[in-house]
């Protein structure tokens, strides 16, 4: 079993930038495969940017180059860097792990998921 606990979130203006952090605990950091995903009310959760054991990361169109997805396997914890932030990209964001060996940007590949973090973007 995978626990997997995010932080980071909050409230900030249109251009603003925020970082949120997923430590994991359970199994070996390095062999999970990391994916972020958020869910805005009356949406589909859908995926933003993950990252496997080779750290090679992959993007939503949405977020490419606004967004960057990290992990520092010394501290079991993942990154997702915010910025230039728009009122759009309000959401819950949840971090993720699976780990089998193929990359994926689907939630059903996804077997442990965080409690989420909010972040809200003003105009």
């Known amino acids: 079993q995978v626990q997997l606990v995010e932080s980071g979130g909050g409230s900030v203006q249109s251009g603003g930038s925020l970082r949120l952090s997923c430590v994991a605990s359970g199994r070996t950091f390095r062999d999970l495969y990391i994916g972020w995903f958020r869910q805005a009310p009356g949406k589909e959760r859908e995926f933003v940017a993950a990252i496997g054991w080779i750290p090679i990361p992959t993007y939503a169109d949405s977020v490419e180059g606004r967004f960057t997805i990290s992990r520092d396997n010394a501290k079991n914890t993942a990154y997702l860097e915010l910025n230039s932030l728009k009122p759009e990209d309000t959401a819950i964001y949840y971090c993720?792990?699976?780990?089998?060996?193929?990359?994926?940007?689907?939630?059903?590949?996804?077997?442990?998921w965080g409690q989420g973090t909010q972040v809200t973007v003003s105009s």
């Open positions: 993720a792990a699976h780990s089998r060996l193929a990359s994926t940007t689907l939630v059903s590949a996804y077997d442990f």
